[in-house]
């Protein structure tokens, strides 16, 4: 009889669970010999299949749904504008095409325990929105509490891989309650937490290579901002009204002038 | 001139691939061919599941996409897909004792 949590489980052994998810995941199975003996075969599976792949040549049905997915999107896709993103995501160009076909999909997901936001080809994006509500649970919010930028700042050169621009703007509405590190695009990015009203608003920066910035985009309710600072991406994300986000987003752009040497 | 490199990197690594001992090779191919005529006996759906999943290594939305189910069938196609493998490796006769591998 398996265990109730076996797709969990076996979405944990495929990658597809947020970090907390997967964190509980690992503490199920800690318990569940069930779920442990299962693992182990995913991973015998796995190793067979891959193994011996050559043997395991893609059916041609699906070979030809493949091959149109690819030429329709030959067409609709222009390169540059958000490929860097997805290089940093998926190694292999074979996804990338297949993969930015996706958009138009409409994936009705009511799996209630999967970080599965609305159709997306865009992994960064879900993990900053994931990230953004996460930080609104009990004790995620903040990692060093403290209004003094000369306070969070330090913090992040040990916690972080990057350096952001922190600074209060308590005077204009938007206080600086603190900092926190996030792993997001692979990095230890760092997010500074402001409060604006009743509502949170976290800016993550993380260093980038790529040239362009993100379009400003909504999910879920939640409003992201995008700008560059050097070659620090920068994202502000909040619930807030889109201009008040915006008035931190540009005092923010108007200090990185000035810090920028 | 300097010898032609390529020939160099094209010899070395078949050669590797080509050199493991008799015995290893046998039962590799052997593996092989148990494979394929297990995964013959599948269903085209879960063949195709496993194949996208476990060969070129695509996440569920992706599969999602291609196959054109709800990512719940995913999980649950993908599943039954490797329960199916795994109870067919386990009925062939000298594997009863390790399980899938």
């Known amino acids: 009889m398996p265990c109730a949590d076996s797709l969990r489980v076996q979405a944990y052994f495929d990658g597809e669970l947020d970090a907390l998810a997967a964190a509980d995941i690992e503490r199920h199975c800690e318990a569940c010999i069930e779920c442990r003996a299962l693992l182990e075969d995913l991973q015998r599976i796995r190793t067979t299949l891959r193994e011996n792949s050559r043997c395991a040549p893609a059916p041609s049905a699906l070979r030809d749904r493949i091959t149109r997915a690819l030429d329709q999107e030959s067409g609709a896709w222009t390169p540059g504008r958000s490929t860097g993103w997805r290089t940093a995501w998926r190694s292999r160009p074979f996804r990338q095409g297949v993969l930015s076909g996706m958009g138009g999909f409409a994936m009705a997901a009511a799996l209630g325990f999967f970080l599965l936001v609305p159709p997306s080809a865009n992994p960064v994006l879900d993990n900053l929105v994931g990230a953004h509500v996460r930080s609104l649970m009990p004790d995620h919010l903040i990692d060093v509490v403290s209004t003094d930028k000369h306070t969070v700042k330090p913090w992040f050169a040990g916690h972080a891989d990057v350096s952001p621009v922190v600074a209060d703007f308590d005077q204009q509405g938007y206080r600086l309650i603190g900092g926190r590190a996030d792993y997001l695009d692979r990095q230890r990015a760092a997010v500074v937490v402001y409060q604006h009203g009743s509502h949170v608003i976290n800016v993550f920066s993380w260093a980038t290579d790529q040239r362009g910035v993100p379009k400003n985009t909504t999910r879920n309710g939640y409003h992201l901002a995008f700008w560059k600072t050097g070659n620090l991406l920068n994202c502000a994300v909040s619930d807030t009204a889109w201009d008040e986000l915006m008035g931190l987003v540009r005092l923010l752009q108007g200090q990185s002038d000035h810090d920028t040497p | ?101």
């Not at chain 2, 090779?25 to 052997?30: G, K, L, P």
């Not at chain 2, 060969?55 to 039954?80: D, F």
């Open chain 2, 1 to 101: 001139m300097p010898l032609p490199e390529e020939h160099d990197l094209h010899d070395g690594p078949a050669m590797i691939a080509t050199t493991p001992d008799p015995e290893s090779t046998a039962i590799r191919r052997d593996e092989e061919q148990t494979l394929n005529r297990l995964l013959s006996t599948m269903s085209e759906e879960q063949r195709e599941i496993l194949v996208l999943r476990e060969i070129e290594e695509m996440g569920y939305r992706e599969i999602a996409a291609i196959v054109n189910v709800p990512i719940g069938t995913v999980m649950s196609r993908l599943a039954r897909a490797r329960a199916a493998l795994k109870a067919r490796w386990l009925r062939e006769p000298e594997r009863e004792a390790h399980a899938v591998r």
